[in-house]
């Protein structure tokens, strides 16, 4: 296990890269499956980090909560390599409710990954929808528990939506996330 910080490629005001990738639940999910949302939360993530199964039950009650916005998880990680990040293995996560985000995609390629400057799981980017588009408005932090075994205080996450549907600009400073690094294919 390599441990990162996320080290944002976009900037504020940058619109949502667009993807296209194969969901958990067989569905296939772009940019546009998100349009009637107020905000989309992006979180590159993946099975096996314990960084990133540490957030599970956090971005699972952000779905719940918020209906404005949707929350996706994507996996970049190389599977072949690190099975427990397989497509079938993420199937059985979403089917017996470990994760149960508004969507969990698999990006088999990792040219989302890489688009979005994804370095990290989990690596989270906010965005809310301006005139039709997706705007980065926050990537950073889901909240200051910095290891899987330590327990929050502060949830950067939950600021940064609540200024979004208020209409509000995210006044956040931008720290970044850290986690397992992205399993790469090609390392």
Request: charged fraction near 30%; proline fraction near 5%; charge should be negative.
């Amino acid at each position: 296990m390599t441990l990162e910080q996320s080290d944002a490629a976009l900037e504020a005001g940058d619109p949502a890269p667009d993807f296209e990738l194969e969901g958990a639940d067989g569905g296939t999910y772009t940019l546009e499956s998100f349009a009637d949302n107020g905000a989309l939360l992006v979180v590159f993530t993946c099975n096996h980090c314990p960084y990133a199964k540490a957030k599970f039950d956090l971005l699972n009650q952000l779905a719940a909560e918020y209906d404005e916005v949707a929350v996706v998880g994507i996996n970049p990680n190389d599977a072949e390599e690190y099975p427990e990040d397989s497509f079938e293995t993420m199937r059985e996560y979403v089917e017996d409710g470990t994760i149960q985000y508004d969507a969990y995609l698999r990006d088999e390629s990792q040219a989302v990954a890489r688009e979005y400057g994804a370095v990290c799981t989990p690596d989270p980017f906010l965005f809310a929808r301006e005139n039709g588009t997706f705007r980065l408005v926050y990537q950073g932090r889901l909240d200051d528990a910095l290891n899987p075994e330590d327990e929050p205080t502060r949830f950067h996450i939950r600021e940064a939506i609540e200024s979004v549907l208020a209409g509000e600009s995210v006044d956040l400073e931008w720290k970044p996330s850290q986690g397992c690094s992205i399993k790469w294919t090609d390392d």
